[in-house]
C-alpha cells in the first residue's frame, strides 16, 4: 500500500493530488494543512474516502511537524514511500516589483525575502528531515519539492523575468537545499526531485486588475519563450497527473535534479 504525504493540501495542487492518489483505495494518503476546520474541500473528500488521512501541521514549525509524523507513524508502521512538499507561500505583491524598485524600500524587501525564504526554502527542508526516518524505512523512498520554472536560471534571463523575485529566489534556494539534499541521502537509496509543476490555474477568485495585467505581461513572456505554448495555464488536475508521471518514473540517476511537469526543462 503505497503511502503519501501531501503539504498544502487544502487548496489548488495540493488539494488535486490528495485527490487524485486518494481515488485509489490502494494509497495510503496523507494530507497536512495549516488549518484543519477550514480545509472544507479536503474534509469532504475524507469523508468519502477512508484511505485519506488529515493531519493539522505548519512547515515552518517543527514541533507541529513531528506530531503529524508521530501520527502518521501510528497509520503506516512507521513507513513513508513519498513526501510531496507542496506548500509554499506565493506571494503576488511583489508580481508587478524588480529588485531595482525596492531602493528607498529596504525593509519592505528584507521581509518579503526573509518570509518567502522561511516558508518556501526552510520549510520543506524541516518537513523533509521530520518525515526522513519514516522514508528510510519505505519501500519506494522519495521526496520531492514542488519548485517554478521562476527558479529556472536560463527562462529568467532568456525572457527578461524580472518580477516575483523574492518567490523566485526562494525557490532557487530550495532547488539548491534539494539538491544538498539529494547529495546527503543519495547513498540510502533515496530519490529527491524538484518538479515545476506548469502554470497552473489555482486563482480561488478572480484576481484584481492589477494582478490580471501582471499576469498577462508574464504568459507574453512564456509565449516568447515557448512559442508553440497555447498561452492557457493547466488545471491542478492536468498538472497533478503529469507531475505524478514524472514522481512514478524519477530514479536514482535523477536525484537532485530540477525538472518540469512535463520531466524535462520545458515549464510551459
Ligand atoms: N499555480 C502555479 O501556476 C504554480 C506554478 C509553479 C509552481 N507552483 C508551486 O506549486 C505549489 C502549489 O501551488 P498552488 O498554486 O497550489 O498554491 P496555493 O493555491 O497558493 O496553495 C498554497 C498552499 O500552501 C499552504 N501553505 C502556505 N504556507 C504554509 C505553511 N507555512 N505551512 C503549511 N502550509 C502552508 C497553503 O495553506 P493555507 O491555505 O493555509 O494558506 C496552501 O495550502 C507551490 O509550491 C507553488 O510554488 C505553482
Sequence with gaps: M???VITGANRGIGLAFVQNLGADSRNQVFAVVRNKPGATALLEFQSTHP???VYQADIIDVK???LAAEGMAKVTGGTLDVL???AALIEESSMASNLTNYDGKEDVLEKLLAESFHVNTIGPIHTSNVF??????GDLKKIILISTGLADLKATLSVEIDGSAPYSISKAAANMAFAKYAAAVKKE???VLSISPGLVNTQQSIPPPEVLAEFAKMIAKF???APEWDGQPITPEQSVEMVLKVIQDATLDQTGGFVSHHGNQEWL
Design 2 to 4: 503505497p503511502s503519501y
Design 51 to 53: 484511505n485519506v488521512h
Design 64 to 66: 507541529s511537524l513531528k
Design 84 to 86: 510531496i512538499n507542496n
Design 132 to 137: 526522513l526516518p519514516l522514508i528510510r524505512k
Design 189 to 191: 537509496g533515496i530519490v
Design 223 to 225: 509565449k516568447t519563450l
